[in-house]
Every structure is written in structure tokens, then in C-alpha cells.
């Protein structure tokens, strides 16, 4: 298998559709990802999963099937180690933080607008 192969196995591991969302979970640059696939990186591929631990969810389905992971597979989506689904719910509840915040400032913003008849904060 190639290393766009097993790109294509981790964007579908993490349920991503783009090279930017990749990067984003495995906390690299984007123009990594690219060098990659450009220059058939595998070992760097190999190398990243060893350090997330999901080497052995994308190198032995690798290994022992054709095509991309599906949560049908024996080793799959359904089985990811608790320190991958602890960073995939650390970066949703980043989101979800990010949001509430946005959130308070934008009502703080209403409030003093309409209440305080202030024009800007």
C-alpha cells in the first residue's frame, strides 16, 4: 500500500473529508500531510500513528484488507484505543468552548446594546 492508501484510511478513521482536518487531528501542518503523498512517506505515516497509538487500527487493517476502513472491520472505527477517543473529545469539547464563548461575548454585547444603550464595547 502506498501512503496516499493509508492517508485515505486515516481521514477515514477520524471522519474527516480534507487534508486541513487531518492535519488538525494529528497535530501537524497541512504541507506535511501533502509531502506525504507527494514523496510516498509511508515510515513518516507509520511513525505519526505510533505516536497518536493507532498504529496497529491503521497498518494491520492495512495490511490484511483492500480499501478504506469501515466500521465494519474486525479492527475499525469501533475499536479505537481510550487515548484517541480522549483527543477526539478533548478537540470536540474545544469547539464547544470556543463556541460558549462567542456565545457570552456576543450576548454580554446585546445586553449592553439594548440595556445600556452603549454603541460599542
Known sequence: MTADDYIEQL????????ISELADYLKIGQPSISKWKANNMVNAIKKKCKELGIYNDIFELGDSSVGKVTGQNNIGIQNKPKQI??????K???????????V???????????YLNLKDI
Not at 481521514?11 to 480534507?18: A, H, P, S, W
Open 104 to 114: 457570552e461575548k456576543m450576548s454580554l454585547k446585546t445586553y449592553r446594546k439594548n
Open 11 to 18: 481521514m477515514d478513521y477520524f471522519k474527516v473529508y480534507t
Open 85 to 90: 477517543n480522549k483527543f477526539l473529545f478533548e
Open 92 to 102: 470536540e469539547y474545544e469547539k464547544i468552548e470556543a463556541l460558549a464563548e462567542l
